[in-house]
């Protein structure tokens, strides 16, 4: 005879079994199968056994990590809280700017992207923040509180002003390079780009910054939308994401400094037809490996335009490494909205 209790607890008794087997299986191999390397001469950096660490969770939209060395913590943003957060070992995650991005500074598209981006610290210890709202770089001055005072570095190109300027990254000698697309006016509603007489500019730029004399100069209009920059270890190379959000090409490109030359370094089509993320924030290593948010997580990039490995952190936003490169740090993606570090050789 048939007897629906005893085949309810057979049954679960086998369910709970497989998903203790599962969860042990799946536990001894959580940090390996999160990290892959596809070239030895990674694995003097990366250790495939590192564990990746949930350090903040429930930010509506993190972005633009950096290390601050002088107070020895993360420095991250909350875009869609106009925030700027920061984490440190004793006490956190914590309040560190608001308001951040949209200050009331310039005209918006208002129910757009209007928090602050990119954070970078110069060689004076001084933020440098990209504004989405605002539309403009800007430095903070001082700080009450969780108030800031900033000061304008540039907010306008030939009389017009930037869209949302959102990533930028430093040379040694101060010059800024920084990205100018328009997610600004990304309506969130919709979730399509606005045109509106408040936007100024006709085209998406990268754009070269020289603080000293205040001079700025374009580098290139010709990527549809460029999100994340960095520099190569000996400054004659500018990285830049190409998101691919329009016309479904996501790429690395490099730019010649010297020539002004473009060309792909990493052609990012067939990993997005497989996996969920997108080319947009990036960082360089000392080594000359680029790495970079993507699709299925952080990839690193050689210089070369070979994909030497992946970490799967989900679909992130940016990352950042400490003053010693001990460890990387990467910010998720609205669907995946942690801060998360994991441990370098």
Known sequence: MFNKKTFFVKNLSLLLLSLCLIYCKSTEKTTASKIEIYDDTLNSIVNIEAQIEVLADSISLPEGP???????????VDILENKVLKWD??????????????????????GGILGANGLAINSEGTLILCQHGDRRLAAVEKIEGVTA???TLIDHYQGLR???PNDLTLADD???FFTDPPFGFLDLESFKFVDTEVKGLDFNGVYKFNPKNKEVSLVTNAIDLPNG?????????LYVNKMG??????????????????????????LAKTYDGNFDGMKVHSSGLIFTSGPGGLLIVSPQGKLMGKIDFGHITNCAFDADENYLYATGFVSNPKVFRIKLK
């Open 66 to 76: 950096v290390w601050d060395e002088k107070n020895n913590c993360l420095l991250f």
């Open 89 to 110: 070992e004793k006490m956190g995650v914590s309040d560190y700017i608001t308001p951040a991005g949209n200050t009331g500074y310039a005209p918006n598209l208002k």
């Open 149 to 151: 005072t900033f000061e």
């Open 162 to 164: 930037f869209n949302s």
């Open 174 to 176: 101060g010059t800024v």
């Open 229 to 237: 920059t960095a520099l190569s270890p000996d400054q004659k190379t």
């Open 245 to 270: 959000m329009l016309d479904k090409q996501p790429k690395i490109i490099k730019i010649d400094l010297e020539t002004q030359n473009l060309e792909t370094l990493f052609d990012g089509v067939e």
